[in-house]
């Protein structure tokens, strides 16, 4: 699967989208990148983050959960708003700002540099091709994708995989960081240059930092048996949020999982690609659209990553209007209720032992024998 790409040359659908959204910053003559939006909302997150950090050893008594909780939360917010456009270098003009606000990923306990890895250059290119893009890999614990294997235990996987979801950080944190440092590998695509001595020596001092901060620290102050059920309440609010705005974006039942040809190659434009495969939810949330980063803009988020997230809301109407003319959607769902509902759907439908998509087996055809239905 390492050779797996897309056709070179022109493409027409991206030269279409990314014209409107040219066109529309040069109206405005805003950047592309954040604005004072989205300083002043950092500010505030880095401040709760902080804030509830040290509350941890301020509150008393049981009270210290509640902080560690909150930090949980704080967590994820800096990793939606802050680190996620650090690392796509759309936080600021400035490249070292940029690699700044990306290192914020390390202090939460992963790392920078498997992110780039992980998450730039394989989940945003091969978004939902299995072997590819690693985000849909459980490694066999549920299905997301009809083109993995069915093991007997999915059957119940829409009824335990958000109990699952709770540990999703702290298997990130503390197994696939690892073994991605040791493959240099990302499903089965190989990093694409070997780590430096500076990344190798980042890699070990974030955690020995992480470890600090979040064990060694607290358990000299309130001891271990709280830190340690403190630290694993954390990284339950912080992992379910995480598994869950992505499983909303991509693993749901308006949502496809494309697999390349005998040669490798996608079938459709990088940018068809991303529309197939992204879908939005509660855009007209202002809330959730604050407190999210922008995710629940998927689809414009896939299709131009280099743009800060606070101007998704902006843009969704101008690309919802030319994918429409030029004959494609921008899939999405009203709220978050409605796309937690298509998230249980499509893992129901990955429960059915008869949806496996097979080399002879068109993929429609499955899916509708299995009672699976797109909306």
């Known amino acids: 699967m390492s050779n797996i790409h897309f056709k070179t040359g022109h493409r027409p659908v991206y030269q279409e989208l990314s014209g409107e959204v040219n066109r529309h910053f040069k109206r405005t003559g805003a950047l592309k990148t954040g604005n004072s939006t989205l300083y002043n909302k950092a500010l505030v997150i880095g401040l709760i983050y902080v804030g509830s950090y040290l509350a941890i050893y301020m509150l008393p008594g049981s009270l210290h959960y509640l902080a560690w909780a909150i930090h949980g939360i704080a967590t994820a917010m800096v990793g939606y708003n802050i680190m996620h456009d650090g690392a796509h270098e759309s936080f600021s003009t400035s490249r070292p700002i940029n690699r700044l606000m990306a290192l914020t990923f390390n202090l939460v306990g992963s790392n920078r540099y498997y992110w780039a890895q992980k998450h730039n ?21 549920f ?23 709770l540990i999703t950080s702290l ?16 499903a089965h695509r190989d990093y694409s240059h070997r780590m430096k001595l500076a990344d190798h020596i980042e890699f070990w001092a ?17 001891g271990g048996e709280a830190t340690i059920a403190g630290f694993l309440l954390m990284h339950a609010f912080l992992g379910f949020l995480f598994a869950l705005v992505f499983q909303l974006a991509h693993v749901v039942d308006k949502a496809d999982f494309p697999r390349p040809g005998e040669n490798g190659t996608m079938s459709d434009e990088w940018a068809v690609h991303q ?3 992204t879908v939005d939810f509660a855009t007209d949330n202002r809330f959730l659209t604050w407190a999210l980063g922008g995710l629940n803009f998927q689809a414009e988020h896939h299709l131009f990553p280099r743009i800060s997230h606070v101007h998704y809301p902006e843009l969704h109407p101008l690309v919802e209007a030319k994918a429409a003319e030029l004959g494609y959607e921008i899939r999405s769902y009203p709220t978050a209720l409605a ?26 055809e499955l899916e509708n024998d299995a009672g699976y239905t797109r909306s």
């Not at 299995?130 to 066999?140: N, P, Q, V």
């Not at 298997?171 to 990302?186: E, G, R, T």
């Not at 429960?351 to 429609?364: F, L």
């Open 143 to 165: 299905r997301m994708s009809p083109h993995q294997q069915h093991r007997w235990f999915h059957r119940y996987q829409h009824f335990y995989v958000w109990f699952l979801y």
């Open 171 to 186: 298997f990130w944190f503390f197994a696939l960081d690892f073994k991605a440092y040791h493959s240099q590998k990302i």
């Open 339 to 364: 796309a937690i509902q298509g998230h249980y759907r499509h893992m129901k439908a990955m429960a059915n032992p008869h949806n496996v998509v097979s080399d002879e087996t068109d993929s429609d």
């Open 206 to 222: 974030s955690k020995v930092v992480y470890v600090t901060l979040y064990l060694l620290i607290p358990s000299a102050v309130l």
């Open 275 to 277: 529309m197939r495969t």
């Open 121 to 141: 250059r394989n989940h945003h290119v091969f978004t939902n091709v299995d072997g590819a893009d690693e985000d849909i890999d459980a490694l066999g614990l």
